[in-house]
C-alpha cells in the first residue's frame, strides 16, 4: 500500500525581493523514514530551499509552487495537509518543534550564550504545559540518547562551556525533543570534527529507525551524502539537475554537473574516475 | 664535540624541537593551558608533511608558533638552522619570508580595501614608502599566470572575487617573496567541492615545479594522503604518531589514529556501513 | 540605504553658502558702526536684519559669526581627528607597554576638567582664536583615540594583517596600508559625532568670554551679547540661537545617516 509521501514539492520556486530567481521549478517527494540528501555548490540556493520551507527565508523572498506537509492521521487516511509555500506566521509556528525539527550548521550560533542549555531545552513548545519533573525527565531522556555524558550536569552547563560536537549534539537532542516526523538539517556537520560527524551521523540513522522521523539534509559533503541518504538531490543555480537514489547518483551521475561533483570527490580521495 | 647549547646544524629546512606552547588561564592562579607540548617536527627542502588532528589539537598553534607569531614556553623553532629565538626583528622578518603561508578563509586573509594589484605586490614592499613600480607589477603577473590568473584581475577587490579566485590570489601573493616553503592551513576547506581538487593539485603543482617544502595542516585525511609523503598526528598538543602516510594509512600504530582513520568518509557507496543499528 | 537628509543638507549648505558670500556682498562689515542706524530693528533701511546696540549690521555679523563657528568647527575636527586617529592606531597596533603608557595619557588628561583648562591657557596666553581651536582640538582628540585604538585592537588579529606580518612587512608598512584604510568607517563615524560638540563647545566658551576677543564674533559672543540685551531687544539673542541651533541640528542629523550608512 503506497502511503502519501510526508513532503511534497510541485513546482517550487522562490524569488529574491529584487525579483531574481532563488529556486526554479523543484519538485520531489520525501516519504516516511526516508532520508533524503540535497547536495549542492555555494549559490545553488540548497539552504534557502531548506529556510524558505521553514518560513525562515530572507525577507522579502515570494515562494510560489506548492510544498504539502501531510498531516498526521493514520498511514492510507487522506486528510489534508499543511502548504507550506507562502505560508503564514501563524500557520508555521505550530508546525516548527513539533512537526519540522531544524538542526543548523554553526551549534555556536544556535544558542543563546547568556542562558543554560537546561533552560533552552525547557523552552521546546511540546514540553509547555507538563509538570516540571516530567520535563526534566524528557530532557535527560533526550540528552542520553544523543549520548552525551552526565546529562544533569549539562543542563547546568553554559553552551561556552560545550565543545563543538557536544553543541551540535545538544542541539539535535534539542530538535527531536517534540519527536517531530520531519527534520530539517542545514550541514549540520560542517563544522565538526570526523569522529563527532561520525557521532552525529549514525545518530540520525538511529533516530530515522528508531522513531521513523524523515530527514532533509543539505550538505556539500558527498561523503555525508554516502554514508547516510536513502536518496538525492543535487541542485544547481537554483534547480534540481539530477535526483536518485544514492547508488544511482553517486556510482553512475547522468547530469553533466552531478558528474562533475563526483569525479572532484573521488579525485580528492584518490579514487579511480568514473568509467 | 659542539657546544651543549649551540643548535646542532641541520639540513631541514624547517625545523621544530621540543616545542612547548603555553596560554594563560584565564582564572586566579590556574597554571597555564599548555596548548602544543614538546612537538618535534622536520621539514627538508622540497619535503611535505602533513599534520593531521581534531579541533583543538593544536594544529594553528603550531602554525603560528613556526613562525614565530606566538612565543614559545619552551623549544626552539629553526628555518635554516637559524634558531628564531635569537635573531634581531630585522633578520626575523628575512628569515620568516623563507617560508609562506596560505589560510583557510582566502576572503578573510585579503585586506577588503586593496585591489589585487597591491594585495600581490605586497610583500614586496616591506617598507612604508616603497611605491609600486612596473617592476614589481611584471612580477604579479608573473605569479597570477602560475596560478591561472590574467591581467583582468588586477583592479579588482577581494569582495568581486569568488572563493576559488581569492585563494588563488593568496597563493599568487605567497609565492612572490620566492620561498623556500609554504605551510598551508586548511587550504581548501573553506571551497565548494569542484574547486577543491584543482586547488590542491594547484599548490602540488607549483610545489613541485619550484622546489618548494610544504606544510600542510588539515582535518582531511584524504587530502592528507594525496598532498603529503609524510604525515603528524597531533592531539591535544601533543605528537600522537608520525610517519610516511602510506604507512600511517596501512599499518596506524596508535588507537588514536585508528580512530581518526575510521571516521573518515568516502563517496564511494560501497563503503556505506550496512545496519542502521547503533554501532 | 536611506537617502542623506535633504533638509538638513540643504540647511548646512545654505548656511555654509551664506556664510561666505553674504560678508562678501554686503556694504557693511562686522565691525564698523554705521552711526545713522544704531539699534534699529530689521527693515529696509539698508540693514535686513538691524543693527544691534552699536550700529554694527546684525546680518553681517551673523554671517561672520557663523564663518567663524565653521572654521573652528573644522579645524578642530581635522586636529583632534589626526591626533587621535594616530595615537588610537599606534597604541592599538602595538599594545604591551606602549599601549599602556599611551592610553593611560589619555586617561589623565581625559581627567582634566575642561573648562578651568581653557581659562588657564587664556590667562596665560590671552583670548586667542587660534588658542581657541587649539584647546578644543587638543580635548577632543581624547575620545577618537579610544575609539580607534578598540577597532585596531580587533583589526590587529585579522588574517590578512597577519599574512602581511608573515610577508615581512614591517610595523609601518603594516599600520598604513593594512590597519588605516579599515578604519576609515569608524573615522567618519568619529567625525560625524565630533563636528556638532565643537560648534556647540566654541559657542559656550565664546560665551563666556574665553573663546573670540572683539571685535571679531562668532555665535558665542553674539548670544552673550543678546543675553544682556534680551528684555529691550529679543531679537538680538533669538538670531544667533536659531543660527546655532540650525547648525548643530544640520550637523547632528546629517552624522545619523552617514554613521547608518558606515557605522
Known amino acids: 500500500m503506497a502511503e502519501a509521501p510526508l513532503l511534497s514539492l510541485h513546482g517550487y520556486g522562490l524569488v529574491h525581493r529584487t525579483g531574481g530567481p532563488v529556486l526554479r521549478d523543484i519538485s520531489f517527494d520525501l516519504g516516511h523514514s526516508e532520508i533524503l540528501c540535497i547536495v549542492g555548490e555555494s549559490g545553488s540556493g540548497k539552504s534557502q530551499l531548506l529556510m524558505s520551507l521553514l518560513g525562515l527565508a530572507m525577507p522579502g523572498a515570494a515562494a510560489s509552487g506548492s510544498a504539502r506537509l501531510s498531516s498526521t492521521g493514520l498511514a492510507g487516511t487522506e486528510l489534508a495537509g499543511t502548504e507550506l509555500a507562502g505560508a503564514t506566521e501563524a500557520v508555521l509556528r505550530p508546525l516548527r518543534g513539533r512537526q519540522m525539527g531544524m538542526l543548523f550548521q554553526d551549534p555556536l550560533l544556535s544558542w543563546n550564550p547568556c542562558r543554560t542549555i537546561g533552560s533552552q531545552l525547557g523552552e521546546v513548545p511540546s514540553l509547555r504545559g507538563e509538570e516540571s519533573a516530567q520535563v526534566r525527565r524528557r530532557m535527560l531522556q533526550a540528552l542520553r540518547d544523543v549520548e552525551l555524558q552526565e546529562p544533569e550536569r549539562l543542563l547546568r552547563c553554559y553552551p561556552h562551556q560545550l565543545s563543538g560536537g557536544m553543541r551540535q549534539r545538544a542541539m539535535l537532542a534539542m530538535a527531536v525533543l517534540g519527536q517531530p516526523r520531519l527534520l530539517l538539517a542545514d550541514e549540520p556537520t560542517t563544522a565538526l570534527d570526523p569522529t563527532t560527524q561520525q557521532r552525529v551521523l549514525q545518530h540520525l540513522r538511529r533516530l530515522r529507525a528508531q522513531q521513523g522521523m524523515s530527514i532533509l539534509l543539505v550538505t556539500h559533503d558527498l561523503g555525508v551524502v554516502a554514508q547516510i541518504a536513502d536518496r538525492v538531490l543535487v541542485l544547481e543555480k537554483g534547480c534540481i539537475v539530477e535526483q536518485g537514489t544514492v547508488a544511482a547518483v553517486l556510482g553512475a551521475p547522468s547530469s553533466p554537473h552531478a558528474r562533475r561533483l563526483v569525479q572532484a570527490a573521488r579525485q580528492l580521495e584518490g579514487l579511480p574516475c568514473l568509467a | 664535540m659542539p657546544g651543549v647549547n649551540a643548535p646542532v646544524p641541520s639540513l631541514a629546512l624547517l625545523e621544530a624541537r621540543g616545542l612547548t606552547v603555553h596560554v594563560p588561564d584565564g582564572r586566579w592562579r590556574a597554571p597555564p593551558r599548555v596548548l602544543l607540548q614538546d612537538v618535534n617536527l622536520r621539514v627538508g627542502k622540497g619535503e611535505t608533511l602533513a599534520v593531521v588532528g581534531e579541533s583543538g589539537a593544536g594544529k594553528s598553534t603550531l602554525v603560528r608558533a613556526l613562525l614565530r607569531l606566538l612565543p614559545p614556553a619552551a623549544g626552539h623553532v629553526l628555518i635554516g638552522g637559524h634558531d628564531l629565538a635569537i635573531l634581531s626583528p630585522v633578520e626575523l622578518r628575512a628569515q620568516r619570508r623563507r617560508i609562506q603561508l596560505v589560510f583557510q578563509d582566502p576572503l578573510a586573509s585579503l585586506n577588503p580595501a586593496l585591489t589585487v594589484l597591491e594585495l600581490v605586490a605586497d610583500p614586496l614592499r616591506p617598507g612604508l614608502r616603497a611605491a609600486l613600480d612596473a617592476g614589481m607589477r611584471d612580477r604579479v603577473l608573473e605569479q597570477l599566470a602560475a596560478v591561472g590568473m590574467d591581467a583582468r584581475f588586477l583592479q579588482r577587490r577581494c569582495s568581486e572575487l569568488s572563493g576559488g579566485q581569492a585563494q588563488r590570489v593568496a597563493i599568487a601573493r605567497a609565492l612572490i617573496t620566492e620561498p623556500e616553503m609554504l605551510i598551508c592551513d586548511e587550504p581548501v576547506s573553506a571551497l565548494d567541492l569542484a574547486l577543491r581538487a584543482q586547488v590542491l593539485e594547484l599548490l602540488a603543482g607549483l610545489c613541485r615545479s619550484r622546489s618548494l617544502g610544504m606544510l600542510m595542516v588539515t582535518h582531511d585525511l584524504h587530502a592528507a594522503r594525496l598532498m603529503c609523503a609524510r604525515m603528524l598526528v597531533l592531539r591535544r598538543g601533543a605528537v600522537v604518531e608520525e610517519g610516511a602516510s602510506a604507512e600511517l594509512f596501512a599499518q596506524p600504530r596508535s588507537d588514536y589514529t585508528r580512530e581518526l582513520l575510521a571516521a573518515m568518509l568516502s563517496v564511494d557507496p560501497a563503503a556505506r556501513p550496512g545496519s542502521d543499528s547503533v554501532s | ?263
Open chain 3, 1 to 263: 540605504m536611506k537617502a542623506l537628509p535633504r533638509a538638513s543638507l540643504l540647511l548646512l549648505a545654505g548656511l555654509t553658502l551664506a556664510a561666505i558670500v553674504v560678508p562678501w556682498l554686503s556694504p557693511w562689515d562686522y565691525y564698523t558702526p554705521d552711526w545713522d542706524h544704531v539699534d534699529q530693528g530689521p527693515g529696509l533701511h539698508g540693514h535686513l536684519l538691524g543693527t544691534d546696540d552699536l550700529g554694527r549690521d546684525l546680518l553681517v555679523r551673523l554671517m561672520w559669526s557663523c564663518r567663524i563657528s565653521l572654521l573652528v568647527a573644522a579645524a578642530a575636527s581635522a586636529i583632534s581627528l589626526a591626533i587621535g586617529v594616530a595615537w588610537g592606531l599606534v597604541a592599538g597596533y602595538r599594545g604591551g607597554r606602549i599601549d599602556t603608557v599611551m592610553m593611560r595619557i589619555v586617561d589623565v588628561l581625559y581627567s582634566v576638567p575642561f573648562t578651568p583648562f581653557v581659562i588657564v591657557l587664556t590667562v596665560l596666553f590671552g583670548r586667542d582664536l587660534v588658542l581657541l581651536f587649539l584647546a578644543i582640538g587638543a580635548v577632543s582628540w581624547l575620545d577618537i583615540a579610544r575609539i580607534v585604538r578598540a577597532q585596531t585592537l580587533g583589526l590587529r588579529e585579522r588574517e590578512f594583517v597577519i599574512a602581511a606580518q608573515v610577508a615581512g612587512l614591517g610595523s609601518p608598512a603594516i599600520m598604513w596600508r593594512h590597519v588605516l584604510p579599515n578604519l576609515l568607517g569608524v573615522t567618519l563615524v568619529c567625525l560625524t559625532l565630533t563636528v556638532p560638540a565643537v560648534i556647540s563647545t566654541e559657542a559656550f566658551l565664546s560665551y563666556l568670554g574665553l573663546g573670540a576677543q572683539s571685535p571679531l564674533t562668532s555665535l558665542g559672543v553674539m548670544l552673550a551679547d543678546g543675553a544682556a540685551q534680551m528684555r529691550a531687544r529679543p531679537l538680538l539673542l533669538v538670531l544667533p540661537a536659531m543660527v546655532l541651533i540650525t547648525l548643530v541640528y544640520a550637523c547632528n542629523s546629517l552624522g545619523d545617516a552617514l554613521r547608518e550608512r558606515y557605522g
